[in-house]
């Protein structure tokens, strides 16, 4: 027969919290403010609020193209920040992650750098508008998103930046206790992006502080995020908190995990394909199981805009 | 012990468990998913060939358990069905296929992707699959001879290994859940073969002797 026999440093059950003592426990928290409610943020307001509603800017808004459905777009997301499951970021981005208020760090080769709330940045570059632009994800899927934000030329204008400054490297946040995925998935956190100076000048590029006429959820990388639409999504880096002109082209972090499948350009292009599959043609998010795909155009369909950026540039090795 | 493996043993209870992965698409939760509504056709893509990855994991796990658990009547049933765990490997890889083909949305976007070693792999484990389904009957053990039945179902170890680089190549950040999905199998391989390695060493000593 087996004896169970109390080690000396076990307690004996009596001296266990009781269920009651453990719920009033629970009781007192949530009196006090500080129960899931609080502590997961659902009752905190989110993101950058500054400028909403904004005004349609008419020389973009893609006639004849339908959005993709609200739900989609703030429902099917890569953040790796929070998890690999495009379906599952809307949830854990909105657990106690805090976008308001938020930072933005400019500094490198500029004559004033600046260090500034999100709003206070939206203000001072005479606010947002609305442009609606196709997304095409490098994994051959693609969305038409009405982003509200602002022109990125206009915050550069206001920092001037010196004859030094090359490229802009942008910078994500860095807080592996609000975002789970930080704490490894072989990534080297924070996320990191860059853009050529004229690339960041163009007229396309935004910086994007709300979707579809309200302020960014948490997942499209609230508060404010890079969106540049001849570009795979993955160049449009989320939740900036810095942003830096530099000499030397920036290592951007799909480039640092797989160089041979992700560059530093990642231009739109259908001749082009990535190692995995072909970049030709692209899936429509929303369109359903037989949906035939559509063809991927050159530089997303913004050649007009970009193409002479990249005069005498080979494509095929700068991909 | 004995009643659980006396249920396992019944075939529609068999063909139940080796239809779960279908049955759970029927209900409403599965289709609710924002995944399957953003794209339905990549969702189904990734989710049967998972649930062919993993029945072939559990086909090729049962003859090594067998070998450490000698006495369970648990793992004798289900090799008793492992046959038809291995044919529906094929079946649920097929069904992949067939959603690979819609997912590409035409003949030409389909054929243009097999120079990938990504999808090349998957094609080749494909008609290595198919060649052990037709022959997975007695009729072809017979027509065959026990041997070199045997020595064409070797052909699982090829499978396993394009399964592997498969699965592994559709990461796109480490092999975290490659390595989750084909640990428990590569483990107990290892095991048996040191199991058999132990035992013709053991043979050889005692030939000296």
Same mark, same amino acid.
Not at chain 1, 143 to 155: A, E, H, T, Y
Not at chain 1, 273 to 301: C, V, Y
């Given at each position: ?18 269920e009651?003592?453990y ?14 409610g ?17 005004? @349609? ?7 004849g193209?339908?959005p993709?459905?609200?739900? @989609?777009?703030?429902g ?14 809307q949830?854990?981005?909105?657990q106690? !992650? ?21 709003n206070?940045?939206i203000?001072?570059v005479g606010?947002?508008?609305q442009?609606?632009?196709r997304m095409?994800?490098?994994?051959? !899927?693609?969305?038409?998103?009405? !982003? ?9 204008d206001?920092?001037q ?8 490297k942008f ?5 592996p ?17 860059? @853009? ?14 709300g ?7 948490n ?13 795979? =999504?993955f ?7 810095k ?7 920036p290592?951007?972090?799909w480039?640092?995990?797989q ?16 190692p995995? !599959?072909s ?8 369109? =359903?199981?037989?949906s ?14 970009v ?13 | ?6 249920? +396992? ?8 468990? +080796? ?8 209900l409403p939760?599965?289709?609710s998913?924002?995944?399957?509504? #953003?794209d339905? #056709? ?7 060939? +998972?649930?062919?990855?993993?029945? %072939? ?6 003859t090594?358990?067998?070998k450490?658990?000698p006495? /369970? ?6 090799? %008793?069905?492992?046959r038809?765990?291995?044919v /529906?490997?094929?079946?649920?890889a097929?069904?992949?296929?067939? $959603? ?16 990938k ?6 094609i080749i ?7 052990? #389904? ?10 065959l ?5 045997k ?5 699982v170890?090829a ?19 490659t #390595?989750?999905?084909f640990?428990?199998?590569?483990i107990?391989?290892?095991?048996r $073969? ?6 013709? +060493?053991?043979?050889?000593s005692?030939?000296? /002797?």
């Amino acid at each position: 027969m087996r004896i169970l026999k109390k080690k000396s440093w076990e307690l004996p059950d009596s001296a266990a919290t009781s269920e009651r003592d453990y719920i009033n426990r629970r009781r007192f928290l949530k009196a006090v403010g500080l129960g899931s409610g609080a502590l997961l943020g659902h009752s905190i307001a989110n993101a950058a609020t500054v400028g909403f509603p904004s005004p @349609l800017n008419s020389a973009y808004k893609l006639e004849g193209l339908e959005p993709t459905p609200y739900d @989609l777009v703030k429902g099917y997301n890569n953040f790796y920040e929070f998890t690999t499951d495009k379906g599952d970021v809307q949830e854990l981005a909105n657990q106690g !992650w805090k976008t308001e208020p938020w930072e933005i760090e400019i500094k490198g080769h500029v004559d004033k750098p600046m260090k500034l709330d999100v709003n206070e940045c939206i203000t001072k570059v005479g606010g947002i508008e609305q442009r609606v632009y196709r997304m095409r994800c490098v994994e051959a !899927w693609s969305m038409v998103i009405p !982003w509200d934000g602002f022109q990125l030329s206009k915050l550069i204008d206001l920092v001037q930046p010196t004859d030094k400054a090359k490229y802009v490297k942008f910078t994500s946040f860095h807080d592996p206790k609000s975002a789970p995925g930080q704490k490894g998935g072989g990534i080297d956190w924070p996320y990191v992006e860059g @853009l050529t100076i004229e690339e960041a000048r163009n007229e396309l590029t935004l910086l994007a502080t709300g979707i579809f006429g309200k302020p960014i959820p948490n997942q499209n990388g609230a508060p404010i995020r890079l969106v540049v639409p001849w570009k795979y =999504g993955f160049k449009g880096i989320k939740s900036i908190s810095k942003i830096e002109f530099v000499t030397k082209q920036p290592l951007n972090t799909w480039q640092a995990l797989q160089s041979r499948e992700y560059g530093f350009y990642a231009n739109v292009n259908p001749e082009v394909d990535h190692p995995r !599959w072909s970049q030709a043609s692209e899936r429509i998010i929303g369109s =359903g199981f037989f949906s035939s795909r559509k063809d991927t155009l050159m530089f997303n369909g913004y050649s007009e805009q970009v193409a002479s950026l990249y005069k005498g540039l080979d494509l095929r090795r700068n991909f | 012990m004995n009643g659980i493996a006396r249920f +396992l043993k019944k075939k529609w209870v068999l063909y139940t468990l +080796l239809l779960t992965p279908i049955l759970y698409l029927l209900l409403p939760q599965a289709r609710s998913e924002t995944e399957f509504q #953003a794209d339905p #056709a990549k969702y189904l893509l990734e989710y049967i060939g +998972l649930s062919a990855t993993i029945l %072939f994991v559990i086909a090729l796990m049962i003859t090594p358990l067998r070998k450490v658990f000698p006495k /369970s009547p648990i793992i004798k049933a289900f090799a %008793f069905h492992r046959r038809q765990i291995g044919v /529906s490997v094929f079946i649920y890889a097929l069904l992949h296929l067939l $959603i690979y083909f819609a997912y590409t949305g035409s003949w030409s976007g389909f054929v243009k992707d097999w120079e990938k070693l990504f999808i090349l792999s998957g094609i080749i484990a494909l008609i290595l699959l198919l060649v052990l #389904a037709v022959t997975s009957n007695n009729r072809s053990v017979r027509a065959l001879g026990g041997k070199r039945w045997k020595r064409i179902h070797r052909l699982v170890y090829a499978i396993m290994f394009l399964l592997i680089y498969h699965q592994a190549t559709q990461e796109k950040t480490g092999y975290q859940e490659t #390595a989750k999905i084909f640990a428990p199998l590569l483990i107990l391989q290892a095991y048996r $073969i040191g199991l058999y390695g132990k035992r013709s +060493l053991d043979q050889r000593s005692n030939d000296k /002797s």
